[in-house]
Each structure stands twice: as structure tokens, then as C-alpha cells.
């Protein structure tokens, strides 16, 4: 998966410049057209919306006020911004009405269209310090460039090809692709290319577990999961959209049938009273609505798989029954918990029965006071953070699992905070994921 976000960030820094989109879903279907059926992974890119959604100026003279955009791109990266002002500039050639980024057999290749073929192959090289190789594969005639970093470009014609490992025999093989054999022949590509997002994503579950950095055990346990809890989880898909302060990604799984794979897990949603009733504000939130019935759920799913939750473990649980919530004003970074063990709030819900392990289990973590059927530990200092608990509860509305986060800002200067919710959508479960930026 690192490959295809280092692709996709290359995606990126190659199509931002001037233009003006007339027909993306057709021009999409031309980029599916050089898009094996099989790849594990398609990610398609409205480049336009794209821009103009973070508030860019896209029109025929250029782009304007993508600065904003950039910086969030390059992230303080000068080489990639010096790269970036060069797509920029009209020197390029590069269109940016649509691209799409797919992997198969071991390559992560970017594919788009360039408005002046020998410009951009011309400038290429002179700003690579690489030369063109010409060659003919069948009736086709190719441009490869190699570039010192190991990465490669090809062109045909007005398509140009971008990625570590691409030929010239197997951007022929591209190039030759019947309809069946393209993208094009997969159901959901006719959803993905008239869809009004600006990044849309297809991949197979397998061909996602291949391209994960996870052990076989590891993938194996993946797929066995999935399986219980999801009725023949098949493809992994979903969107991105993004706004001046904001981006969003939504993804779901669905069946061999391309539809939303039935999912049997025993979703309840989240009493968001519980949350806004732990008071102040924060800097981590977290919550679950467990009901009785995920409890039984969780119990025949050890035993399906042939054994049984230790005594302990399941004493511990037994009686847990509505939203669990907690607060910290903790702010994690990637190299620090922020100090979230030590200081936070803890909400845990019961049905009133045999609490007695659980309530001597809580008093380990902090202070525990009993109200009625909850548990509520508490530990160290509390109530400093930037997000208001009222205002995250709004945000778990409606959601089975969710989380909300402050970001440091040393760690990534854009990034103010985050939410992230899961729960019950058209018969299947959707995770989404949003951004808030500075």
C-alpha cells in the first residue's frame, strides 16, 4: 500500500496545471481503456474538481491561488515542489482533465494525457538529464524514458505512462487491451466514471491484502474476519472529496455481485448523550455502542473458530451493555502518546449484572465512582483540549464506532484534527475519514 501512496502523490504533483475540463467520464473511459480488468487497485482523478474544491482558479489562462494546495501537497518538500512549479508551468504539456492510477502485476503505473506530446518528452528530458528511447513494439510506436530514481515514463501518441518497471512490451499489452479485458468491462467502472467525486477508488480485497506489508498468518486472519462478519466481501471501494478545509474519504465493501456486502456484525449506534455528558473539551474521543447481542456475537465467534474467550476475558465483558466513551486532552503524535494513560475520562455502560469483575478490573486504571449502571474512571487532569464534547457527539451521530482527534502541529503543520466514524450503510458497514486542515 505505500507504493500506491507514494504513486498517488506523484499523481498529484503531475496534473496540476492549465486547462479546462470538457468530458471527464469520457476521457476516464479512455484512461479504463489502458486499464487491466484484473488490476488489484484503480483510483481515478477528477483533476479539475479536484483543484477547484480547495479553492484554486482553474480556467483557460491557467490555475490561480493553488498555493494552499501545493504547500499541503509538498508538505515543506522542496524537490517536490520545485517539481510541482514545473507541471505548473505551460513548459510541460501535461493535461490535467483526468488520470488514473491502477496496480497489477507488481507495478503501481499512473496513466493521463498530454497536450503536446513532443513538448512534454522534449522538456522532459531536459529537465531529467535522460534521453528517449525510441522503439516500435508491434504496430505501436513508443517513447520510454528512464529516470535515475528507478522510476520510468512512456508515451504513445497523446497517453503517457508513469511508474517503476513499465516496458515497452508491457505498455503494448496495455495499449492492446480488448474492451472485455479493460477496465471498462468491470461493472463499477461505468459508477466510478460518472461519479460526481473527485477521487474515486476500485480494488480487490485479495489484490489489497497481496500488496499489504501483512505476514500470511496475518492475511489469512484478515480474510477470516471479513468473512464472518461480511456476507462474500469481495472489493474494497470508495471516494474522496475535499473543500478549503476539509477531506473526506468514504469507503465500503461489496460483494462477488458488486453490491454492498451484507454486513452481519451486531451494529447498535452511539448514545451521543454519553458522550457530550463526559463534559469540557478534549483532544482524543472515542466511543462503541456495545450491545448484548455483539457480546453473544464476539462469544460464538471464538467458539466458531474453535475454542472459547478465556473465563476472565469473558467475565470482563459479559456485562457491558450501551456506548463506552472516553476522553483524554492527550495530544498523540507519532512519536508520543501525549501522555493519554495518564490523564483522561472513562464512560463504561453496563446492564447491572455480575459487575464485579469489570468494576475491580476499572479500579486498576484510575478512580472509579458507580452511577447506577455506569462505571466512570477517571484519572489524572481533565478538561483542557480544543474539541468540544457536544461538538463530537454531533459528529458520532448515527455511528457504531468513532473517533476524534487533535493533530500536533509540529508533526504535520496542515492537519488541525480528524474524525473518524464507522457504522451502518445500505445493508454494509462504511468507514469515513475526515481531515480538517488549517
Not at 83 to 101: F, H, M, Q, T, Y
Not at 196 to 220: C, H, M, P, T, Y
Request: hydrophobic share 40%; glycine share 8%.
Amino acid at each position: 500500500m505505500k507504493h500506491l501512496m507514494h504513486y498517488t502523490s506523484l499523481l498529484l504533483i503531475l496534473f496540476f496545471i492549465t486547462s479546462c475540463s470538457s468530458d471527464t467520464e469520457g476521457l476516464l473511459k479512455k484512461l479504463y481503456a489502458t486499464t487491466p480488468a484484473e488490476a488489484e487497485i484503480v483510483v481515478d482523478i477528477n483533476i479539475e474538481k479536484l483543484l477547484k474544491d480547495s479553492g484554486a482558479k482553474v480556467s483557460k489562462e491557467g490555475v490561480k491561488d493553488a498555493s494552499r494546495f501545493i504547500d499541503l501537497i509538498s508538505e515543506g518538500n522542496k524537490a517536490l515542489k520545485d517539481n510541482l512549479d514545473w507541471i505548473l508551468s505551460p513548459e510541460s504539456a501535461v493535461s490535467p482533465e483526468a488520470a488514473v492510477i491502477f496496480t497489477h502485476s507488481g507495478r503501481t503505473v499512473t496513466s493521463f494525457f498530454l497536450t503536446d506530446p513532443e513538448k512534454f518528452r522534449t522538456n522532459l528530458a531536459a529537465k531529467s538529464h535522460a534521453e528517449w528511447e525510441k522503439t516500435t513494439v508491434g504496430k505501436q510506436t513508443l517513447y520510454i524514458l528512464h529516470l535515475p530514481d528507478g522510476n520510468t515514463f512512456a508515451v504513445a501518441d497523446d497517453q503517457a505512462f508513469a511508474g517503476r518497471g513499465i516496458t515497452g512490451d508491457y505498455i503494448a499489452s496495455l495499449l492492446s487491451l480488448s474492451e472485455v479485458e479493460s477496465f471498462n468491462g468491470v461493472d463499477y467502472a461505468e459508477k466510478m466514471a460518472k461519479s460526481d467525486e473527485a477521487v474515486n477508488f476500485w480494488g480487490s480485497i485479495d489484490g489489497l491484502l497481496r500488496d499489504s506489508q501483512l505476514g500470511f498468518a496475518a492475511k489469512a486472519q484478515v480474510k477470516m474476519m471479513l468473512g464472518m462478519f461480511f456476507n462474500n466481501p469481495k472489493y474494497l471501494v470508495g471516494s474522496v472529496t475535499n473543500d478549503k478545509e476539509s477531506v473526506t474519504l468514504t469507503t465500503y465493501i461489496l460483494d462477488n455481485n458488486l453490491k454492498p456486502s451484507k454486513c452481519e456484525l451486531a451494529m447498535s449506534k452511539i448514545d451521543t448523550d454519553r458522550i457530550a455528558a463526559l463534559d469540557g473539551n478534549a483532544n482524543f474521543v472515542t466511543a462503541l455502542a456495545v450491545s448484548g447481542d455483539l457480546i453473544k456475537q464476539i462469544n460464538n465467534v471464538a467458539s466458531s473458530a474453535g475454542g472459547a474467550l478465556p473465563k476472565q476475558f469473558s467475565e470482563l465483558i459479559a456485562p457491558l451493555d450501551g456506548t463506552i466513551a472516553f476522553a483524554s486532552p492527550a495530544l498523540i503524535s507519532a512519536k508520543s502518546d501525549g501522555g493519554i494513560t495518564e490523564n483522561y475520562r472513562l464512560c463504561v455502560p453496563t446492564n447491572g449484572k455480575q459487575n464485579a469483575a469489570l468494576s475491580q478490573f476499572l479500579q486498576s486504571f484510575g478512580t472509579l465512582t458507580i452511577d447506577g449502571n455506569l462505571l466512570n474512571i477517571a484519572k489524572g487532569s481533565y478538561g483542557d483540549g480544543s474539541l468540544p464534547l457536544e461538538s463530537v457527539a454531533k459528529e458520532f451521530k448515527d455511528a457504531w464506532f468513532g473517533m476524534a482527534f487533535t493533530v500536533e502541529n509540529k508533526d504535520m503543520p496542515h492537519l488541525s484534527s480528524g474524525i473518524i466514524t464507522a457504522g451502518a450503510y445500505d445493508g454494509t458497514m462504511a468507514l469515513k475519514v475526515k481531515l480538517n486542515l488549517f
